[in-house]
């Protein structure tokens, strides 16, 4: 498989922006190669997240695994060293999952959507053919409220 470097750019730079929007108080950001991630302010409120795109960040997320207090670490399925950095830890829950970018909705074929459903960008700031991020979180936490924490929902989408 093929991942467009440009397309893992995007997803990053986004998830940069998040953590950014959604910091706290006593939380820093940790912006280092191969890894972005925001610290949790303690093993209680596990307000943490991290994105990891390579093995680059095997030393850093050596080091601050245990301080992370992150609920959720994204790892990329070519960053195996890390991956196996927090299969071993035990505090984290190992499972795939499949992030989706795509620049251009417009080349994507029909997908058959259910009757009174469509497929638009989500677009920050809202645009006029655009949903809201925060439009689009809320709508994913409704289909499925048990899929995330949702306490600090309004800060990490804002």
């Known amino acids: 498989?093929?991942?467009?470097?440009?397309?893992?750019?995007?997803?990053?730079?986004?998830f940069r922006e998040r953590i950014a929007a959604s910091r706290r108080p006593g939380q820093q950001?940790?912006?280092?190669p191969g890894i972005v991630a925001l610290t949790g302010r303690s093993a209680d409120?596990?307000?943490?997240?991290?994105?990891?795109?390579?093995?680059r960040?095997?030393?850093v997320l050596r080091a601050c695994l245990p301080e992370?207090?992150?609920?959720?670490?994204?790892?990329f399925a070519g960053a195996t060293e890390c991956s196996g950095l927090v299969a071993g830890d035990g505090g984290h829950r190992s499972q795939p999952?499949?992030?989706m970018v795509h620049d251009d909705l417009g080349t994507i074929p029909d997908l058959?959507?259910?009757e009174g459903l469509h497929l638009r960008p989500v677009s920050r700031p809202p645009t006029d053919d655009g949903v809201s991020l925060e439009d689009a979180a809320r709508c994913a936490v409704r289909s499925?409220?048990?899929?995330?924490p949702t306490g600090d929902l309004d800060a990490f989408v804002a």
């Open 144 to 148: 499925d409220p048990g899929a995330a």
């Open 68 to 75: 992370l207090n992150a609920r959720v670490l994204n790892v």
């Open 45 to 55: 409120l596990l307000d943490g997240r991290a994105l990891v795109t390579d093995d």
């Open 97 to 99: 999952t499949t992030a």
């Open 112 to 114: 058959g959507l259910p």
């Open 1 to 14: 498989m093929t991942v467009d470097a440009a397309l893992v750019d995007a997803f990053v730079e986004g």
């Open 57 to 59: 960040a095997a030393g």
């Open 29 to 32: 950001v940790l912006d280092e």
